[in-house]
């Protein structure tokens, strides 16, 4: 099962890639169209952004499985393996927690956009269940994959280092 979530967390990891890297396309276009082509721009923005909040909450999942958030290391390195690993499980868990919240949240508020036929305020009225689609999957990612987290450094197959990355 681990190895399951770990793919889907891969498999988020490059789509949240590719969603940045259309972005940058799109942004490229869209400062062509402004200025050489003195024409205007309507949806370019609103996908630009919808895109990179995207692209952040699918990619969590990624930089969890590979243990690339932010942390400061200075009273893991120190500390005994066997203190070292409670305190990675305490961090998985909380992790988990958030996660899950946010998952029914974002859920909540997913289903409330399809129900309510939800649109942006733009010309082209986005449905906004898209958009927010990004946060039950992205956090329900997230949650798997700090289960994930909790499980491998449970039986000791962790490959956190000492020192970070």
């Known amino acids: 099962m681990v190895s399951f979530i770990e793919r889907l967390s891969i498999i988020a990891g490059v789509i949240a890639s590719l969603l ?3 972005a940058i396309i799109i942004v490229c276009q869209m400062v062509f169209i402004r200025y050489v082509l003195v024409g205007s721009t309507a949806w ?3 996908v630009v952004t919808f895109s990179l909040v995207a692209a952040t909450l699918l990619g969590s999942a990624w930089v969890m499985k590979e243990r690339g958030h932010v942390a400061v290391g200075l009273v893991t390195e120190y500390s005994a393996p066997n203190v070292r690993r409670i305190m990675l499980i305490m961090a998985d868990l909380v992790t988990f927690l958030f996660a899950a919240i946010m998952f029914w949240k974002g859920l909540e508020v997913t289903l409330e956009a399809w129900h309510g036929d939800w649109t942006s305020d733009s010309i082209y009225e986005f449905p906004m269940w898209i958009p927010y689609s990004a946060m ?4 329900g990612l997230l949650a798997l994959q700090s289960l994930a987290c909790m499980t491998k450094v449970w039986h000791n197959r962790d490959t956190v280092q000492v020192g970070g990355h």
């Open 136 to 139: 039950p999957i992205g956090f």
């Open 44 to 46: 370019q923005t609103e």
């Open 20 to 22: 940045v890297a259309i």
